[in-house]
């Protein structure tokens, strides 16, 4: 790394470090007025704890502050590039500073020479207004509450004491409800590190059923279990993750190659797959080196996990198509054309074999998220937000119409009005299988596996289904 570079980045990390302490002087002073206020208004005496208090608060803050606010060597390149437009001359020797061959040191030295005239990076005077103004703010709260004489504060009316919240009683059809739900979690495809700790949570909260629990705490419980499968499975599935690390390519083909890998539920994965690959062969593949770098690039910074099955097709990917821009340097048309077809053919395959099994993580949480307000009774307003994102295609060209491939092997996508069927690995009408359904419940309760309970709930369940096929 050069010495100007180095240079800038010491002063940006004086910079950062200015910041940090006034957050921290900020944070102490701030919650230190309040806590005096507090204090003089009679409303909480807590002394000498405040300060305590407000120290944490400093360093807390002063920590959060420089967590944010440090940047890696790549990002303070592409800010000193962005103030200087020096169109990624800074980030090109960052990303290249390894590379002894001889272009690479002369980019370096002219790097370095432009750099000569920086004097300052990421300092910008509405910055600077912004960090005083807060300190200013935070020091008229604690000269407030310094100086505030102590007033006599009368105590409010006594309140009346509250009725005793009643325990939860759990039906014997939500029990049954919810060990098959969990029988369910067990037998199903999901990632172990989806399934163990959802089972786990779900065996918790049978065992709460069984012992006096509150009404709200029971509440409680349930909601927190659908959290954490939301939690669990987008901690497992990598679409979003890999969607932000795609976007930081500047090619078109990227804009389709991470509109692909990104969502769950597509219905033009094979189309768009197709306009991607297009876009590799055009100008007979004379953007390939371009791209194949970028690919590599933007895994490597991403420092992904080498385990993931998303990461692993997009590596493999990156790999192949490196060898296939090689190919082209070396003349050979007809070897680049095809190596890229083996390229993009492989990665069809193998992150539509990944994005599968993340489609079934998630179809298996909203499983889970479903049948437990269903059993509890949980109202629309308390279940959790389902944390995966929709992206759109980011082209100034629409998406066109698909209609999905449904061959062997392919992903099979459900529409809002269809369900799946695991023996013909279909997603299809529900009222094309529910005499199938009804069937197997019938089987069931002439064996005896119900209790009549269940027995008359399942009956109407279906009978309702019926009326409503009925109907339409």
């Not at 002063?62 to 590039?81: C, M, N, Q, S, V």
């Not at 359904?437 to 002439?446: E, F, G, I, V």
């Amino acid at each position: 790394m050069g010495s100007e570079f180095k240079r800038l980045k010491r002063y940006n990390a004086t910079w950062i470090i200015a910041r940090t302490v006034a957050c921290g002087i900020s944070a102490f002073l701030l919650v230190s007025g309040v806590f005096l206020l507090l204090d003089k208004l009679a409303l909480a005496q807590l002394g000498a704890v405040g300060y305590a208090i407000g120290a944490v608060a400093a360093a807390m803050a002063g920590g959060a502050a420089y967590w944010i606010l440090r940047k890696p060597d790549l990002h303070l390149a592409e800010t000193i590039d962005r103030e200087r437009k020096l169109r990624e001359r800074v980030q090109t020797m960052v990303a290249y500073r390894d590379d002894t061959g001889a272009i690479a040191q002369l980019q370096r030295q002219d790097t370095e020479d432009r750099l000569k005239n920086v004097r300052t990076v990421g300092v910008r005077f509405s910055g600077i207004v912004t960090y005083a103004a807060m300190v200013m703010l935070a020091f008229t709260v604690f000269m407030t509450g310094l100086l505030l004489p102590a007033e006599a504060v009368q105590p409010g009316p006594t309140t009346q004491p509250q009725p005793t919240e009643p325990y939860y009683e759990a039906t014997q059809w939500q029990k049954a409800a919810l060990e098959e739900l969990v029988e369910h979690v067990e037998a199903s495809e999901m990632v172990e590190a989806v399934k163990t700790p959802t089972v786990q949570s779900l065996r918790e909260l049978q065992i709460l059923l069984d012992n006096p629990v509150r009404v709200s705490a029971l509440q409680a419980k349930v909601v927190e279990n659908m959290a954490q499968v939301y939690a669990l499975t987008d901690l497992a599935n990598s679409n979003d993750d890999m969607h932000k690390v795609l976007g930081m390519m500047g090619h078109e083909f990227s804009d389709y190659l991470r509109y692909c890998l990104g969502n769950l539920i597509l219905d033009d994965y094979d189309e768009m797959m197709d306009i991607a690959q297009e876009l590799l062969e055009q100008n007979n593949y004379a953007d390939i080196s371009g791209i194949a770098s970028e690919v590599v690039a933007v895994l490597q910074y991403s420092e992904y996990d080498g385990s993931d099955a998303l990461y692993a097709a997009v590596e493999t990917f990156g790999t192949e198509l490196t060898a296939a821009a090689q190919a082209l340097e070396n003349k050979n048309l007809v070897g680049t054309r095809q190596m890229t077809g083996e390229a993009m053919y492989n990665l069809r395959t193998n992150a539509s074999l990944a994005l599968k099994q993340q489609w079934l993580n998630k179809e298996e949480a909203l499983y889970v998220v479903n049948t437990l307000a269903e059993i509890f009774s949980v109202s629309g307003s308390l279940i959790p937000k389902d944390p995966d994102v929709a992206y759109e295609l980011d082209t100034s060209e629409p998406p066109p119409d698909g209609e999905g491939s449904q061959g062997d092997g392919q992903m099979q996508y459900p529409s809002d009005d269809k369900v799946y069927d695991y023996q013909n690995n279909l997603h299809v009408i529900y009222h094309q299988i529910l005499d199938e359904y009804y069937k197997s419940m019938t089987n069931d309760a002439m064996d005896g596996k119900f209790s009549e309970e269940i027995e008359q709930f399942l009956r109407k369940y279906f009978g309702n289904l019926q009326t409503n096929k009925d109907e339409e």
